[in-house]
């Protein structure tokens, strides 16, 4: 069964809209979880990692004001669109890891976001 | 700097087998991960490799060359359901243990 939750799965909103989505680790404590972005016919690009209690790192690029991430317990991790445009549209997904440097990430199904 | 490179696209036959290879650049290696994704859908844990050699799960078979930079995922007795996008992804230790991936190797599989 699914090991990571992410929810909602599919938003569509207003321009204007902040749209939170929230990612859970549902049998283990993930004291890292990570937050992608994928558009359509690309990869999976990273926007920032994660860590419980402590504040994200953005990748290059990601405006932090933006997409606000919250984790504040080891099982829960939120990131939060901020006043969403139209090119924040995108498939949005969170993945999960613990300390232990082998296992691998597992993904939440991921949230398709369409901002009109 | 890190780079991943993967084919685009590959297509092969129903019962076929098919070889998807990476080959990757990183400052640092803590294991390589292949996942799947049908599309629209997130990306499945297929396989994980650290050591050099061959793990192999049912039809799917992965190898690792670290000396080489080099993995390669192995599909066989192809069926309908593995069209889908394969993506290879390294962790790097020097990057904080993040997963980089590949840019993904879209199969088609016809019948």
């Known amino acids: ?116 | 700097g890190q780079n991943i490179d993967q084919p685009t696209e590959m297509t092969a036959t129903e019962g076929a087998i098919v070889q998807i290879n990476c080959t990757y650049q990183t400052s640092g290696f803590n294991g390589l991960f292949w996942y799947q994704q049908h599309a629209g859908e997130a990306p499945t844990f297929l396989s994980y490799n650290v050591l050099d050699g061959l793990e192999e799960k049912g039809r799917f078979s992965s190898f690792l060359s670290r000396s080489k930079g080099y993995s390669y995922l192995l599909l066989k007795e192809l069926q309908m359901k593995d069209s889908a996008s394969y993506l290879c992804a390294v962790r790097d230790p020097a990057a904080g243990n993040k997963l980089t991936f590949g840019g993904g190797t879209r199969v088609l599989v016809k019948p």
């Open chain 1, 1 to 116: 069964g699914a090991v990571v939750s992410q929810h909602p799965s599919r938003v569509i909103c207003k321009s204007g809209t902040s749209v939170k989505i929230e990612c859970r680790s549902l049998d283990f404590q993930a004291t890292t979880m990570f937050w992608y972005r994928q558009f359509p016919k690309q990869s999976l690009m990273l926007m920032a990692t994660s860590n419980e209690g402590s504040k994200a790192t953005y990748e290059q690029g990601v405006e932090k004001d933006k997409f606000l991430i919250n984790h504040a317990s080891l099982t829960l991790s939120t990131l939060t669109v901020t006043s969403a445009h139209p090119e924040d549209s995108s498939f949005y997904i969170c993945s999960a890891g613990t300390a232990l440097g082998n296992q691998p990430q597992h993904f939440g199904d991921g949230t398709r976001l369409s901002i009109l």
